[in-house]
């Protein structure tokens, strides 16, 4: 059950990608980062989803502001922006800023996943 628990609260939050065919930055994303995203702490913590912004904006997605610009990378959680990245300038731009992004989610209070981390450090430690 705690298990369960955990997942739940870890997938809460999530990276939100506005992609469009033929952009050659978005290609390069998927080649550097996009194949073992999934398998970081931060993809477990803020999974990736992919939205084109050819195609009409997911009504669950109605509170983000879209640019045109691809990709666009935007940090949710329950409901509300927490920071995006605009553009992709290679893994290490990327990773500074996801992780700037990822403080900001721990400082915002709205994901529960870092208190939930320090209270499974306390039981198991």
Same mark, same amino acid.
């Given at each position: +059950?705690?298990?369960?628990? =955990?997942?739940?609260?870890?997938?809460?939050?999530?990276?939100? /990608?506005?992609?469009? =065919?033929?952009?050659?930055?978005?290609?390069? *994303?998927?080649? @550097?980062?996009?194949?073992?995203?999934?398998?970081? @702490?931060?993809?477990?913590?803020? !999974?990736?989803?992919?939205? $084109?912004?050819?195609? !009409?904006? !997911?009504?669950?997605?109605? *509170?983000?502001?879209?640019?045109?610009?691809? !990709?666009? *990378?935007?940090?949710? $959680?329950?409901?509300? @922006?927490?920071?995006?990245?605009?553009?992709?300038?290679?893994?290490?731009?990327?990773?500074?800023? +996801?992780? +700037?992004? /990822?403080?900001?989610? $721990?400082?915002?209070?709205?994901?529960? $996943?870092? =208190?939930?981390?320090?209270?499974?450090?306390?039981?198991?430690?």
């Amino acid at each position: +059950m705690f298990l369960a628990l =955990a997942a739940t609260q870890a997938r809460a939050a999530e990276l939100v /990608m506005f992609e469009q =065919a033929g952009c050659s930055w978005c290609e390069a *994303f998927n080649r @550097e980062i996009g194949v073992t995203y999934d398998k970081t @702490e931060d993809g477990l913590r803020a !999974p990736l989803r992919r939205v $084109d912004i050819a195609q !009409p904006l !997911p009504r669950e997605l109605s *509170f983000i502001q879209v640019e045109r610009m691809t !990709p666009l *990378f935007v940090l949710v $959680d329950k409901g509300h @922006e927490i920071g995006r990245i605009r553009g992709y300038g290679g893994p290490e731009s990327f990773w500074t800023q +996801m992780f +700037m992004l /990822m403080e900001k989610l $721990d400082k915002t209070g709205k994901s529960d $996943d870092r =208190a939930q981390r320090e209270k499974t450090l306390r039981v198991n430690g």
